[in-house]
């Protein structure tokens, strides 16, 4: 069992740039693939980025790449998403996400954090 707590949320203009955090509990946290996904106002949650164990391995939605990085730190439990260039299409609740396995995947994540909401003004 795994707790993600989200943070560093808020308010950019477009252009702009957010750097999301979001902390596990317990002292598993390399055992976990970490991922971002985001739910924008009317639409379904929708996969952003993902990191293997060891960071060996990102992958990223098309919509964001270039523009977004996926990081973590294992011995702070973190794992975080730079958000540069961004756009008022990002706008969105951000979700951590764990997966207790090898492979970095879209979908299939068991554990996950309460959101916290982005927002880009034009």
């Known amino acids: 069992q795994v707790q993600l707590v989200e943070s560093g949320g808020g308010l950019a203009q477009a252009g702009g740039s957010l750097r999301l955090s979001c902390v596990a509990s317990?002292?598993?946290?390399?055992?976990?693939?970490m991922g971002w996904f985001r739910q924008a106002a009317g639409k379904e949650r929708a996969f952003v980025s993902a990191?293997?164990?060891?960071?060996?391995?990102?992958r990223y939605a098309d919509s964001v790449k270039g523009r977004f990085t996926i990081s973590r730190d294992n011995a702070k439990n973190t794992v975080y998403l730079q958000m540069n260039s961004l756009k008022p299409e990002d706008t969105a609740v951000y979700y951590c996400?764990?997966?207790?396995?090898?492979?970095?995947?879209?979908?299939?994540?068991?554990?996950w954090g309460q959101g916290i909401q982005v927002t880009v003004s034009s």
């Open positions: 996400a764990a997966e207790h396995d090898v492979q970095v995947s879209t979908e299939g994540y068991h554990y």
């Open positions: 317990g002292n598993t946290f390399n055992w976990y693939v």
């Open positions: 990191i293997s164990r060891n960071s060996d391995y990102k």
